[in-house]
């Protein structure tokens, strides 16, 4: 493995601070779910994640003419073994598509296919040490320029249809999702690095060549993805998108179209030195979808499925296992800051922060468990500080006040966006946002949109337009799919990165489809450039604060709160959540 790159130490506050957490919520949890006459069986228990906090404070990249020598090699994991060949898990939604290399591939729970099973990203942060470490692809990377990244790929590794692994291969994957074009093709991978190619030094070795300076790219290409070149150029591109062919621990079987997903593990898969890199044990996966909490939590009760994801802390003593965990997201609102007539206004922004009880909705929705948020990256991120995520307060007489400054015209409504089931409770949320909007007078509405619709909302940014147009897309008119103004959007949003880098080449830059912010603060693109190529250190995180605060102060988001999940287990199946929403089935076992 080349340079390692490690979590920043306010991971480790974080985790300190998740734990806490989620000790309350055991506590919290097993009282309210007390029966009032003794039971006949124990009752269920919440467990902690094992999530070791950092030590040590990160290790930065040497300089590009730093001596070269690979890191020792980590000891390979032991193989795991298994009582049952067979895991049936439940998500809260269907896949949008399948394909790794397609708009529908993204980084939420029902993509866990094409995200974590199918084909393995360029690098990876390892679930037991935050050290971004390599899959089966890769054998060792080095810094050759400021801007160059050498990775050095392993002989013997297939795809899943037979196609070789090599450096050709790896330059196709590097280019999609490095298009500047076309944002990567919509693939989630281009939010974290930005415009990136690949270049052919000889058949086993690629380099990744960055659009600037990128002295954190191997903690940014942990969603790049490959597929069998060959494969791609013969297929046409509706089943290109319903499925991949890549080189993970996993192969698609079939998926059928409103039932399930079934896939079986890759018996030619090359296990690298890492512990997510494993040979799967489990020979055999079903993903399935309920809507409905206790649904999924019911599924693990009579046996129907091993895993499910957010069952709620109220169904807890439904399932014999409960385990809560961070999935590394803060669930935020993403205004329209450019076309929409009341959004664009700062102070309406503000006013409409100050009007929402933020605490009244914790305790009243989720028992008081989460802890209201300020910022769109989560604790522990390079660039966040505890001034710039704090939440924003709840002041009405002093909304009121900003929307007669801004001059707000209620003919102009303003709506929630929203996709059911994103989280907990997520649609009782947003009514009740609505609701303490329509208390100073605000003409707001929540729609609940279907998947795709969903997508076309978040994905209607400036990055749908190209160079000087995407810089000054305020002048434009609203772009495509949408052609209109987003209003507002959630989503719950990630940084597995760690590093503000994420969120400013996704939700902030003039070039990114997700965006509605672009220049909004004069210079504010060149502002990200400059940080994104500062190497890590104190000039870098200096920077990154500012921009961190910038945000915060801007008010172009309305964040909630850092997103605590509980999942439902079978008692036989081994398997610790990482901080992360990434789920690697190769790691799990039966007792």
């Given at each position: 493995?080349?340079?390692?790159?490690?979590?920043?130490?306010?991971?480790?506050?974080?985790?300190?601070?998740?734990?806490?957490?989620?000790?309350?919520?055991?506590?919290?949890?097993?009282?309210?779910?007390?029966?009032?006459?003794?039971?006949?069986?124990?009752?269920?228990?919440?467990?902690?994640?094992?999530?070791?906090?950092?030590?040590?404070?990160?290790?930065?990249?040497?300089?590009?003419?730093?001596?070269?020598?690979?890191?020792?090699?980590?000891?390979?994991?032991?193989?795991?073994?298994?009582?049952?060949?067979?895991?049936?898990?439940?998500?809260?939604?269907?896949?949008?598509?399948?394909?790794?290399?397609?708009?529908?591939?993204?980084?939420?729970?029902?993509?866990?296919?094409?995200?974590?099973?199918?084909?393995?990203?360029?690098?990876?942060?390892?679930?037991?040490?935050?050290?971004?470490?390599?899959?089966?692809?890769?054998?060792?990377?080095?810094?050759?320029?400021?801007?160059?990244?050498?990775?050095?790929?392993?002989?013997?590794?297939?795809?899943?249809?037979?196609?070789?692994?090599?450096?050709?291969?790896?330059?196709?994957?590097?280019?999609?999702?490095?298009?500047?074009?076309?944002?990567?093709?919509?693939?989630?991978?281009?939010?974290?690095?930005?415009?990136?190619?690949?270049?052919?030094?000889?058949?086993?070795?690629?380099?990744?060549?960055?659009?600037?300076?990128?002295?954190?790219?191997?903690?940014?290409?942990?969603?790049?993805?490959?597929?069998?070149?060959?494969?791609?150029?013969?297929?046409?591109?509706?089943?290109?998108?319903?499925?991949?062919?890549?080189?993970?621990?996993?192969?698609?079987?079939?998926?059928?179209?409103?039932?399930?997903?079934?896939?079986?593990?890759?018996?030619?898969?090359?296990?690298?030195?890492?512990?997510?890199?494993?040979?799967?044990?489990?020979?055999?996966?079903?993903?399935?979808?309920?809507?409905?909490?206790?649904?999924?939590?019911?599924?693990?009760?009579?046996?129907?499925?091993?895993?499910?994801?957010?069952?709620?802390?109220?169904?807890?003593?439904?399932?014999?296992?409960?385990?809560?965990?961070?999935?590394?997201?803060?669930?935020?609102?993403?205004?329209?800051?450019?076309?929409?007539?009341?959004?664009?206004?700062?102070?309406?922004?503000?006013?409409?922060?100050?009007?929402?009880?933020?605490?009244?909705?914790?305790?009243?929705?989720?028992?008081?468990?989460?802890?209201?948020?300020?910022?769109?990256?989560?604790?522990?991120?390079?660039?966040?500080?505890?001034?710039?995520?704090?939440?924003?307060?709840?002041?009405?007489?002093?909304?009121?006040?900003?929307?007669?400054?801004?001059?707000?015209?209620?003919?102009?409504?303003?709506?929630?966006?929203?996709?059911?089931?994103?989280?907990?409770?997520?649609?009782?949320?947003?009514?009740?946002?609505?609701?303490?909007?329509?208390?100073?007078?605000?003409?707001?509405?929540?729609?609940?949109?279907e998947p795709s619709k969903a997508r076309e909302a978040r994905r209607s940014g400036c990055g749908q337009y190209k160079?000087?147009?995407?810089?000054?897309?305020?002048?434009?008119?609203?772009?495509?799919?949408?052609?209109?103004?987003?209003?507002?959007?959630?989503?719950?949003?990630?940084?597995?990165?760690?590093?503000?880098?994420?969120?400013?080449?996704?939700?902030?830059?003039?070039?990114?489809?997700?965006?509605?912010?672009?220049?909004?603060?004069?210079?504010?693109?060149?502002?990200?450039?400059?940080?994104?190529?500062?190497?890590?250190?104190?000039?870098?995180?200096?920077?990154?604060?500012?921009?961190?605060?910038?945000?915060?102060?801007?008010?172009?988001?309305?964040?909630?709160?850092?997103?605590?999940?509980?999942?439902?287990?079978?008692?036989?199946?081994?398997?610790?959540?990482?901080?992360?929403?990434?789920?690697?089935?190769?790691?799990?076992?039966?007792?």
């Open positions: 493995m080349g340079p390692t790159i490690k979590a920043p130490i306010g991971l480790a506050k974080y985790m300190l601070l998740l734990m806490a957490v989620i000790g309350l919520f055991a506590v919290a949890c097993s009282s309210a779910s007390a029966p009032a006459e003794p039971a006949s069986e124990p009752a269920a228990k919440v467990e902690m994640t094992g999530i070791t906090p950092i030590p040590s404070e990160p290790t930065a990249v040497p300089a590009y003419d730093a001596p070269k020598a690979a890191a020792e090699p980590t000891a390979a994991p032991a193989v795991v073994t298994t009582t049952k060949d067979t895991l049936t898990l439940v998500t809260n939604g269907e896949p949008d598509l399948l394909g790794a290399w397609s708009q529908g591939c993204s980084g939420n729970v029902p993509s866990l296919v094409c995200e974590d099973l199918a084909s393995d990203p360029l690098t990876w942060i390892d679930s037991t040490t935050f050290e971004v470490v390599p899959l089966t692809g890769v054998e060792k990377w080095e810094q050759v320029d400021p801007d160059r990244w050498r990775f050095y790929l392993r002989e013997g590794v297939t795809f899943h249809n037979g196609e070789a692994w090599n450096a050709e291969a790896a330059k196709m994957g590097i280019d999609m999702h490095g298009d500047k074009e076309t944002n990567g093709h919509g693939t989630g991978s281009f939010g974290f690095h930005g415009v990136i190619s690949g270049e052919v030094v000889d058949d086993m070795t690629v380099d990744v060549v960055c659009e600037v300076n990128c002295p954190i790219l191997p903690r940014t290409t942990i969603f790049l993805k490959f597929q069998a070149p060959g494969w791609w150029a013969a297929t046409e591109e509706g089943t290109r998108d319903r499925t991949t062919i890549g080189n993970g621990p996993y192969k698609v079987v079939e998926w059928r179209v409103g039932q399930e997903v079934e896939l079986e593990a890759f018996e030619d898969y090359k296990p690298n030195d890492s512990f997510d890199s494993q040979a799967p044990a489990i020979k055999h996966v079903f993903q399935v979808w309920r809507d409905e909490e206790i649904v999924r939590a019911s599924m693990i009760a009579t046996g129907e499925a091993d895993l499910a994801f957010e069952i709620g802390f109220e169904n807890i003593d439904r399932v014999p296992r409960a385990i809560a965990g961070t999935n590394n997201e803060v669930y935020i609102l993403v205004a329209d800051n450019i076309w929409h007539p009341e959004l664009k206004k700062k102070k309406v922004r503000q006013a409409l922060a100050l009007a929402i009880d933020c605490q009244s909705i914790v305790d009243n929705l989720y028992n008081g468990l989460q802890e209201c948020y300020g910022n769109i990256s989560q604790t522990g991120t390079v660039g966040i500080t505890a001034e710039n995520s704090k939440g924003y307060g709840y002041d009405l007489p002093k909304a009121k006040q900003l929307l007669e400054e801004a001059g707000y015209d209620p003919a102009n409504e303003i709506r929630i966006h929203s996709r059911q089931g994103r989280v907990f409770r997520d649609v009782e949320l947003w009514e009740s946002v609505v609701s303490m909007w329509s208390e100073i007078g605000v003409n707001a509405s929540l729609q609940i949109l160079g000087d147009d995407a810089l000054n897309c305020s002048d434009q008119v609203a772009p495509p799919p949408m052609h209109t103004s987003s209003h507002y959007y959630e989503t719950a949003t990630s940084n597995e990165s760690l590093d503000m880098q994420r969120q400013l080449l996704l939700r902030n830059s003039c070039f990114n489809v997700n965006s509605r912010v672009c220049n909004n603060v004069p210079g504010f693109q060149d502002m990200i450039d400059e940080a994104i190529a500062t190497p890590l250190g104190d000039e870098r995180t200096a920077r990154m604060e500012n921009l961190a605060t910038i945000i915060h102060d801007e008010y172009w988001f309305l964040p909630m709160f850092q997103v605590v999940t509980v999942y439902g287990l079978a008692d036989n199946l081994e398997w610790t959540p990482r901080y992360d929403p990434r789920t690697r089935v190769n790691t799990m076992s039966f007792k």
